[in-house]
């Protein structure tokens, strides 16, 4: 008995290694796997402070509203002189004021707005209103009502001739309403000065009464508005600038290289001939210029996760809308589009430009005040001077 008690057990003994292996791997496993999960809640902690803890690109949307705002009204003053036969009257020649192309048209209060095209003297009040509401705008004054005033006048006017639009007043359209979600009048702003001067008190009834509203709210909610409307913007940005650059590498042209010659150099889009001539004189430079439009918009999404990506990537998406304003004349196109691409540059690098640049203007403007002092009084400074 013992000797099959021994027997026994050294059997037991010798199976048990094979009998770990499962076990081991499966530690393994459950090692791994925990490894996974820890990673995906740090991540969408990560996630959840980002989106909570405090609003960003708040710089960024600044310059966006500034941009924005000079394009709208750099918009309606080049169209101003020709208002009647663009917008009014004189726009009957198009078939939309009798049968309007765009939906907006249809649906009030733009269709009021719409309605406006008839009557001279109501379209040029209706300009000159967009004027000043873009004005307001721009320099940050009750910029949240007047985000939706100016929604309204400008897809109201934009529904009246849809031949004079392009893909900005699409992409404006859009960014306006992500706007009105955010604080883009946080800083750089006439609200942000307001905000700073009655901050110890409000000193009306209607700031007590906002600040009560405010304090219902938990600080989080108007963070997560403001952030997921951040990535709304800069989504729909990728979508543009990825599906451009597909579209475009399907075209013979553009993998062939000489793309960008051809608009430049039309009598339709080419503004500067000479000035096309002599950037066209080089076929490498075309051909460089064209692959290289297709790279980076087809990549863009990917080159803004690292920072020198996507430093590259946007420096060269400005030099090509600059390069499409100045050549094929499209200003209020290009200008719309470095406006919304100004959400990608961090909010730091935001304040130390401006930091740089005031430091700069203080300084020389303090070196000349003082140089006009002493020319006006010489002997200011000399000893003996103030006896």
Not at 20 to 45: D, F, M, Y
Not at 130 to 145: N, Q
């Amino acid at each position: 008995m013992r000797t099959d008690t021994h027997t026994i057990t050294t059997i037991d003994d010798t199976s048990s290694p094979g009998d770990r292996l499962p076990q081991a791997a499966e530690k393994r496993v459950s090692g791994v796997g925990a490894t996974s999960l820890r990673r995906i809640v740090e991540s969408l902690h990560v996630a959840e402070q980002w989106l909570l803890a405090e609003k960003h690109a708040v710089y960024g949307l600044a310059v966006a509203r500034i941009l924005l705002g000079l394009t709208i009204i750099g918009f309606t003053l080049s169209n101003f002189s020709t208002r009647v036969y663009t917008f009014g009257a004189g726009a009957a020649w198009t078939g939309e004021l009798a049968y309007p192309n765009s939906d907006f048209a249809t649906i009030w209060p733009f269709s009021f707005v719409n309605g406006l095209a008839t009557n001279d003297s109501a379209l040029t009040l209706l300009m000159l209103s967009i004027l000043v509401t873009a004005t307001l705008f721009l320099v940050g004054y009750k910029t949240r009502l007047v985000t939706v005033v100016l929604f309204v006048q400008w897809v109201g006017l934009l529904s009246i001739n849809t031949l004079v639009q392009d893909q900005s007043d699409n992409l404006s359209r859009i960014a306006l309403i992500s706007l009105f979600f955010t604080a883009p009048s946080q800083v750089w702003s006439v609200d942000a000065r307001r905000r700073e001067r009655a901050r110890p008190a409000p000193s009306t009834t209607m700031g007590a009464l906002r600040g009560r509203v405010r304090s219902l709210l938990p600080p989080w909610v108007p963070n997560l508005f403001h952030n997921l409307s951040v990535i709304v913007i800069g989504a729909q940005l990728c979508m543009v600038y990825a599906s451009g650059g597909l579209y475009k590498a399907q075209g013979e042209p553009w993998y062939s290289g000489y793309a960008i010659y051809a608009p430049i150099t039309t009598r339709q889009f080419g503004t500067w001939p000479e000035l096309s001539e002599l950037l066209t004189a080089w076929a490498p430079l075309v051909a460089l210029a064209t692959v290289l439009t297709v790279l980076v918009q087809v990549s863009f999404p990917l080159m803004l996760m690292r920072r020198p990506t996507r430093i590259a990537a946007l420096l060269i998406i400005l030099i090509f809308h600059v390069s499409i304003a100045v050549l094929m004349g499209l200003p209020w196109f290009s200008l719309t589009m470095v406006a919304l691409d100004a959400i990608f540059i961090r909010d730091k690098t935001y304040m130390t430009i401006a930091r740089t640049v005031r430091t700069t203007v203080v300084e020389r403007c303090h070196h000349r005040f003082s140089n006009a002092t002493l020319r006006a009084f010489p002997t200011l400074g000399r000893p003996g001077a103030e006896k």
